[in-house]
Every structure is written in structure tokens, then in C-alpha cells.
């Protein structure tokens, strides 16, 4: 923490809770002597209360972000094993270009 090295002479600050943990600490520092008063840390810990509901909501976002990514992957690879199947029944790709065509314009957006 800055200390009187750096001209501060007070301060007050409250932990950021997500959940249980503790992910961080809401300072606020002062160069007076006693600028903070007990409403001040009340107002402190408010605001670390904000933060956290913050960063909570960008990891539920991020959670969230990251299942859409793994959706698209899984439906990339079910598209791929359908193709796959539709190629592997026949001998001649020429009867079943139109589905294999339909088929890879699903997969190719996707990967590219």
C-alpha cells in the first residue's frame, strides 16, 4: 500500500467480495491526516460492493461468451460428421455434390 513516502497520510478501504473470495481492495487514500471519517468507509464499502457486482456480471459475460464459442464448435463438428457420413455412403461424390455442397456452406462460415 502507498504509505508517507509518497505524501499520504490517511486512508480507508474495503475488500471486493465475489462470493465468498475475496478478489481485491477499493482504497482511497488522502495526503491530509484523518480525512476520512466512519460514513466515508461506510461509503467505501458501498462502492466495493458495486465493484463486485461489476465483475461479476463481466465473468457471467465472459462465461457466457465463452459457451457460445463451444456451441459453434460443436455445431461445426456435427455438420463435419454429417458430411462425412453423406461422402462415405456413396462411391461417386458426383450424386451427392448438391448435399455435400449444402453441407460444407453450413461448416465453412464458421472456420473462416
Known amino acids: 500500500m502507498p504509505g508517507p513516502e509518497r505524501g499520504l497520510r490517511s486512508g480507508v478501504c474495503a475488500p471486493v467480495f465475489v462470493g465468498d473470495a475475496v478478489v481485491g481492495v477499493f482504497a482511497v ?7 476520512y471519517s466512519p460514513q466515508d468507509l461506510a461509503l ?7 465493484i463486485a457486482v ?3 456480471h463481466q465473468r457471467l459475460a465472459e462465461a457466457a461468451r465463452h459457451a457460445a464459442v463451444e ?3 460443436t455445431a461445426s ?3 463435419s460428421v454429417e458430411l462425412l457420413r453423406t461422402i462415405s455412403g456413396v462411391l461417386d461424390i458426383r ?18
Not at 29 to 35: I, Q, W, Y
Not at 44 to 50: G, H, K, N, S, T
Open 29 to 35: 487514500f488522502s495526503r491530509r491526516p484523518h480525512a
Open 77 to 79: 463438428v456435427e455438420s
Open 54 to 56: 461489476g465483475l461479476a
Open 44 to 50: 467505501v464499502q458501498r462502492l466495493a460492493a458495486y
Open 95 to 112: 450424386t451427392v455434390f448438391p448435399q455435400v455442397s449444402e453441407i460444407a456452406n453450413k461448416v465453412l462460415p464458421t472456420i473462416c
Open 71 to 73: 456451441r459453434a464448435r
